[in-house]
């Protein structure tokens, strides 16, 4: 089963490192979205919304980013401490916005590396809550 886990936990950070490493082609030199132009479809403006997460929706899917792989960890590598988790989680993300300096269109933001480690840090504890592990 762990094999199984391990599969799943590297297929997450191979979408993972897709997601936030992908130079975004569609900003400016200032960093602001144009609006976009399609003919009349609301289809792919929500595709557009959705894959360049804008205002709240940034925030939520910041949140959301790195709940999976707390669980994921421990799953496939067994009794990890919750700490040692926890530092994972809290180093990827810290990581993941420093590469993003560097990567055109991208930016680094205090705001989303928080965002992604209290929602790494709220999986770890509701994860451990309803599998009895001892953290």
């Not at 399609?38 to 929500?46: D, K, L, Q, R, V």
């Not at 910041?62 to 421990?74: A, G, R, S, T, W």
């Amino acid at each position: 089963m762990p094999k199984m886990y391990r599969a799943l936990l590297l297929i997450y950070l191979t979408i993972l490192g897709f997601a936030v490493f992908t130079p975004r082609q569609d900003l400016d030199m200032t960093g602001v979205l144009p609006p976009p132009t399609y003919s009349g479809s609301a289809i792919p403006t929500a595709a557009h919304n959705i894959l360049y997460l804008d205002g709240a929706l940034a925030w939520i899917g910041n949140f959301f980013l790195l709940m999976p792989l707390p669980i994921l960890i421990y799953k496939a590598f067994g009794s990890v401490a919750a700490r040692k988790t926890f530092l994972i989680c809290v180093g990827l993300s810290i990581s993941i916005e420093c590469v993003q300096n560097f990567i055109p269109g991208r930016a680094a933001d205090v705001r989303d590396a928080l965002l992604n480690i209290v929602g790494a840090g709220i999986a770890l504890r509701v994860f451990g809550k309803f599998s009895r592990i001892d953290f």
